[in-house]
């Protein structure tokens, strides 16, 4: 549905290096990588991925899984389900 109304949708899974997104597939990128992304999105809180760089890095972040509790540089930038 994000897509279709223009969004660009990217993902990160270090488990998973893939993805079929609608009618593409889509590969995983790296989200400590600064971006043009106006919302990183938390749904799966990974031990391999470091919070506190994506945090640095992203414009916004909704994190569904308290993944940035631990994080301290940024937090006004994140808002949790």
Do not use: F
Request: hydrophobic residues 35%.
């Amino acid at each position: 549905m994000l897509e279709a109304k223009g969004a660009e949708i990217r993902y990160h899974d270090p488990q998973l290096p893939e993805v079929q997104l609608g009618s593409r597939v889509a590969e995983s990128v790296d989200p400590t990588v600064k971006s043009s992304a106006d919302l990183v999105v938390i749904v799966t809180n990974h031990s391999r991925v470091d919070y506190e760089s994506v945090v640095a890095v992203a414009h916004r972040v909704y994190d569904t899984r308290n993944a940035t509790r631990n994080v301290t540089l940024g937090k006004e930038k994140v808002r949790k389900l």
